[in-house]
């Protein structure tokens, strides 16, 4: 099994690439592994964003958010916060 770490590398390499099915799969295994996890929220939820799939990528800020609270990362809150702002006008 492949570490958070090199998945986490693949997936910008596939989102770099275009790739975007494929950079989205293995985002979703980084934060499933616990591995990366705020930053591959965030990439996940923007490329989702980029994709116009506006409720997908509320759902991963959501998710996001709750992770950042949780691990007192306030930095990260605030800015995920900002984030899902942006996508109100697209609901």
Do not use: P, W
């Amino acid at each position: 099994m492949e570490t958070a770490t090199a998945l986490y590398k693949k997936a910008i390499e596939c989102e770099k690439g275009r790739n975007f099915r494929e950079a989205i799969a293995l985002y979703e295994k980084v934060i499933d592994n616990n591995g990366y996890q705020i930053a591959a929220v965030l990439r996940l939820a923007s490329l989702y964003e980029s994709l116009k799939l506006y409720q997908k990528s509320l759902d991963i800020y959501h998710k996001g958010l709750s992770l950042a609270r949780g691990l007192k990362n306030y930095r990260a809150e605030s800015y995920i916060s900002f984030m899902m702002l942006s996508l109100i006008d697209f609901e």
